[in-house]
């Protein structure tokens, strides 16, 4: 019974997460090695993996921290998604049957929390003076 309540509410099979937990992994690899190539040097992170129940596709949510404009960088992650794929495939083709199909996403749930955190620190400061 506990396994159904744990499907519920994370939304993902274990058979999913252990996929995702694997993908996250191999494309964070991918990400860093290419990270002067590819992406301006950029510090990339990938924050979650969601996969698919067929494990055909996978959302690949990221944050990019010191970096001008993120929608930029998430065309430029987009326009090398073929090659971060095809590097991927090598990683785990003898591990999985199925190599997903890739779509990135732009995670600002950390920008969310600074702005949070600098907004309570202002009041605190208000209310100090």
């Not at 190539?37 to 055909?56: H, Q």
């Not at 065309?75 to 003898?94: G, P, S, Y």
Request: net charge positive; aromatic share 8%; charged share 30%.
């Amino acid at each position: 019974m506990p396994l159904k309540i744990n499907q519920h509410i994370c939304g993902m099979s274990i058979r999913q997460e252990k996929f995702a937990s694997l993908l996250q992994q191999e494309l964070a690899a991918i990400l860093m090695e290419k990270r002067a190539e590819y992406f301006e040097n950029a510090f990339i992170t990938i924050t979650k993996v969601m996969v698919s129940p067929d494990l055909g596709h996978a959302k690949v949510y990221l944050s990019m921290l010191q970096v001008n404009n993120k929608e930029e960088l998430l065309n430029i992650i987009n326009f090398h998604n073929k090659h971060i794929r095809q590097e991927l495939a090598a990683k785990i083709r003898k591990q999985v049957r199925i190599i997903p199909e890739l779509a990135f996403y732009i995670d600002d749930s950390l920008d969310y929390v600074f702005h949070m955190e600098k907004v309570f620190k202002d009041i605190k400061d208000k209310e100090g003076k």
